[in-house]
């Protein structure tokens, strides 16, 4: 079962972990993933941060904020940047990851011990299967966990900041030396400019979300909304079960692994936080690609490269959104990224950079999918907004971008 000496100790280490484990503390063991995320890294090589690093990350976001001051009125969002690890990445981005993940791994933990106690046990054992359910959860979660601490390692190896998947994962803006030079393998460019275009990213996103009172809440929300839709397939887990050995913790990673088993149900509500969430995604990057374009312009000569680099590797995905569909059951994907880019452009020809940005003061000024089909209507339309007959940004019910409130 085991093919090292040291794959047994790593089996009993989780184990014990698993017993230890307070069948209050949630579906996940979030220690448990942790610690498997950061010896994934580890095992790669996982090089502390050099203060020369430190100095160079520090530098380039400084600056790229403030060029950014130029070509937007959202204020700067740059107070005390950051180089991590890869480690680092991993234990400053676990609160946000356990926001989203606990809701799809509470039902897969919860069907698993159903699933596990049904199926699991020699019928001889199934009558006195009661007492072992809990212990059957505590499993669902280590295994959960498992999971989750693998996926979490692979996109640590790949990320190069803290909004490489236009979430805010951290408040923190930080780039990670290793993953920019993971970024910048292959291309001819100066390494300092690649570093530059980054940081403009980095820092693009962070004034969106420390500036934009609504808009954390609402990705966020949405992804938790479309997450708590994902159900678990219980005929295909009973499958995969059938004469399974519990006491094979390999074989349970096995058959749990790579996301197959979560199912998205087709419903009304389903639907429209996918769309939601698809549309701000989209509205989020393309404002990014918008000001960050805007920002390099004339000073960084390889910023068109670079950009259509960053579109390439958003829009085809690759193990980031592998990552994320088994995390939370989603692809996490801006398909519709060149329309939104070239909205706000038009935008910004239309109204200036005042009138381009006063648009995310509230979520009912947002545009709706229909407006990145035919964004003219959109464009055309007044450059000045009143707010006063609209709620709050914050205030519960809100509608957020894809709504279709009037403007």
């Not at 230890?20 to 993933?33: Q, T």
């Not at 999971?147 to 990670?176: F, H």
């Not at 706000?344 to 109204?351: H, I, M, P, V």
């Amino acid at each position: 079962m085991f093919g090292s000496p040291e794959q047994m100790a790593a089996a009993m280490r989780q184990f014990a972990d698993m017993l230890s484990a307070s069948p209050e503390a949630g579906p996940v063991n979030w220690d448990m993933a942790k610690n498997i995320a950061r010896h994934a890294v580890v095992a790669e090589g996982d090089p502390s941060v050099m203060e020369g690093e430190r100095r160079q990350i520090a530098e380039a976001l400084n600056l790229a904020d403030l060029w950014l001051n130029e070509v937007t009125t959202l204020p700067g969002g740059v107070t005390a940047p950051q180089a991590w690890s890869r480690s680092e990445w991993i234990e400053k981005t676990v609160p946000v990851w356990k926001q989203l993940c606990d809701p799809v791994a509470a039902q897969m933990v919860e069907t698993m011990g159903g699933t596990l106690g049904a199926a699991g046990l020699p019928p001889e054992a199934q009558a006195v299967a009661g007492p072992l359910m809990g212990m059957l959860k505590q499993m669902g979660s280590m295994m959960v966990g498992q999971q989750i601490g693998q996926a979490l390692g692979s996109l640590a190896r790949e990320v190069v900041g803290s909004s490489d998947i236009g979430l805010p994962l951290s408040d923190t803006a930080a780039l990670l030396p290793g993953g920019v030079a993971a970024f910048s393998k292959g291309l001819e460019t100066p390494s300092d400019e690649i570093r530059l275009y980054l940081a403009l990213r980095e820092a693009a996103h962070h004034r969106l979300f420390q500036h934009v009172p609504w808009l954390r809440a609402h990705l966020l929300g949405t992804v938790e909304e479309y997450a708590r839709g994902i159900t678990v397939d219980v005929s295909a887990l009973e499958e995969k079960l059938q004469g399974l050995d519990i006491s094979n913790p390999e074989r349970i990673q096995e058959v749990l692994g790579g996301g197959e088993l979560l199912k998205p149900e087709e419903t009304e509500r389903q639907k429209a936080a996918l769309a939601r969430l698809e549309t701000a995604l989209a509205l989020v990057e393309g404002w990014v690609a918008t000001v960050v374009d805007a920002a390099a312009e004339g000073k960084l000569p390889s910023a068109a490269a670079l950009a259509e680099t960053v579109r390439r590797r958003r829009a085809t995905g690759g193990p980031a959104e592998r990552t994320f569909a088994t995390l939370v059951g989603l692809e996490l994907r801006p398909r519709r990224l060149r329309e939104a880019a070239a909205l706000w452009r038009a935008l910004g020809d239309e109204r200036g950079v005042d009138g381009r940005d006063a648009v995310w003061g509230h979520p009912d000024l947002m545009p709706t999918a229909d407006d990145l089909d035919n964004p003219g209507p959109f464009v055309k339309g007044g450059a000045a907004f009143d707010l006063s007959a609209l709620e709050e940004p914050g205030e519960a019910g809100e509608p957020g971008p894809g709504s279709e409130s009037d403007r």
